[in-house]
C-alpha cells in the first residue's frame, strides 16, 4: 500500500543505521518514497529494505554528502555522533562532530533545493533540569550537556536558515526511544540495554537510586511523527514528540523483569550522574493539537514487541550478527496502516 503524499517523494536519511533510522527508512519505502540511506557503515545494513539505496560516508565527507543531498526532496537529519555522558568529556569534539558539519549540510541543502529538513532533536536534554512538569516546548531551555547543547544549536541554526534563506523544517524534540532494531550494546537506550543484559544473565547498572524518572516513547510512533512533520505547514516549527507519561528507571527495570519471566535481574547501583536530569516528562498537547498524530503504541504493548524482537535476534548466542536475522521480527504492517490513516 502506497501513501499518496510520499508515493515517489526522493527522501534522504542521514544516521540510517540506528533503531531510529531503519524503522525510519523501512515505513518510508513503505509508503511509496524513493529513499537513499546515509551512513558509516560500508556496505547497507541488511536491516534496511532491499529498495533502499545506500550511500557510505562519514558526516564530515563534505564530497560524498553533497552528492548524497542533491536530488533530495526530503531530508530527515538523525545523525550523532556522540551521547550525553560522552559529550561532556570532549565539548569541542562534540561541536566539530555534530553542529559545524549540520551548518554545512543546511548550505547545501539550500543550495540543492530541498523542500524541507526534518531533524530529531532531544527532548530529554534540551531542557535540562524542567522548572514544570509535564515540559512544553515553551518551556526554557538551559541543557547540562554537551549533546544537548549541540542539539538546541542546530535548532537555532535551522532557523536562522529560514529566516536567511527561507529553508523549510520541522523539529520533533524527542523522549526515550526504544524498539525493534535497538540492540542495547551502546551506553545509551535503558530499555534495550536492560532486556540485552538480562538475557545474558548479566548486572544492570543503574546510577543513583534509580528514582530518575523519562519519557518512553515507541520507535514506530516516532517514525510516523516525523513523516506528520513532512507536511505540516503550521506556525510551530518545534514539537516535543513522547509518552507524556514517566517511568523511573527502577519501574522499566522490573517490567522488563516481569514481562522476561526468567527470574531476579541483578543490579549494581552507582553514584548519580552530573548529566542525567532528574525528572524529564514531556507535553505533548501541541504536536496532538496540530496534527493527527498519537502515541499509538503503550508501554507495555511496546515493552512485549522489544522483547521479542531481542528474542527474535538471538542476541544471546550471536550479538554481532543480531540485527542482520531479525527482518522478519519487525512489525511494519502495524506502522504502514497507522501512518495511512494519520499522515
Not at 561532556?88 to 548550505?107: F, G, K, W
Not at 522548572?131 to 550537556?145: A, K, N
Not at 548466542?317 to 496502516?337: C, F, G, I, T, Y
Request: charged share 20%; net charge neutral; proline share 4%.
Amino acid at each position: 500500500m502506497k501513501h499518496i503524499e510520499l508515493e515517489g517523494r526522493r527522501c534522504l536519511v542521514l544516521g540510517a543505521s540506528g533503531v531510529l533510522g531503519i524503522n525510519l527508512c523501512n515505513a518510508l519505502v513503505a509508503c511509496g518514497a524513493t529513499v537513499a540511506a546515509y551512513g558509516r557503515a560500508l556496505s547497507r545494513p541488511t536491516s534496511l529494505h532491499q529498495d533502499v539505496k545506500w550511500i557510505s560516508g562519514l558526516f564530515d565527507d563534505v564530497r560524498t554528502f553533497n552528492h548524497a543531498v542533491r536530488g533530495q526532496e526530503f531530508v530527515f537529519h538523525l545523525i550523532s555522533t556522540t551521547i550525553p555522558e560522552e559529550s561532556n568529556r570532549d565539548p569541542a569534539a562534540d561541536l566539530a562532530a555534530n553542529v559545524l558539519p549540520t551548518v554545512r549540510l543546511l548550505e547545501v541543502c539550500c543550495k540543492e533545493g530541498v523542500k524541507k529538513v526534518v531533524f530529531s532533536s532531544s527532548g530529554g536534554t534540551v531542557y535540562g533540569i524542567p522548572s514544570q512538569i509535564p515540559i512544553p516546548e515553551s518551556s526554557s531551555t538551559e541543557p547540562i550537556s554537551g549533546y544537548g547543547i549541540g542539539k538546541l544549536a542546530i535548532e537555532k541554526y535551522l532557523a536562522l536558515f529560514h529566516r536567511l534563506y527561507g529553508l523549510e523544517y520541522h523539529v520533533c524534540r524527542i523522549s526515550n526511544i526504544y524498539g525493534p532494531f535497538q540492540q542495547g550494546d551502546r551506553r545509551q537506550g535503558l530499555v534495550a540495554t536492560t532486556i540485552r543484559r538480562a538475557l545474558l544473565k548479566q548486572r544492570v547498572e543503574i546510577w543513583g537510586d534509580g528514582k530518575v524518572t523519562r519519557d518512553f516513547i515507541y520507535v514506530d510512533d516516532v517514525v510516523a511523527a516525523m513523516l506528520c512533520g513532512c507536511f505540516y505547514h503550521g506556525p510551530y516549527r518545534v514539537m516535543n514528540v513522547g509518552s507524556g507519561i514517566g517511568l523511573t528507571v527502577n519501574q522499566v527495570v522490573d517490567d522488563i523483569e516481569s514481562v522476561l519471566d526468567e527470574g531476579a535481574i541483578e543490579r549494581s547501583h552507582h553514584p548519580g550522574r552530573a548529566v542525567d536530569v532528574p525528572r524529564n516528562i514531556l507535553d505533548i498537547s501541541l504536536i496532538q493539537c496540530e496534527t493527527p498524530w498519537r502515541p499509538m503504541v503503550n508501554w507495555h504493548e511496546g515493552l512485549h514487541r522489544s522483547i521479542k524482537w531481542m528474542k527474535a535476534a538471538n542476541i544471546v548466542s550471536n550479538l554481532h550478527s543480531a540485527r542482520d536475522r531479525s527482518e522478519e521480527s519487525q512489525d511494519v504492517p502495524q506502522l504502514k496502516n497507522w501512518t495511512l490513516k494519520y499522515v
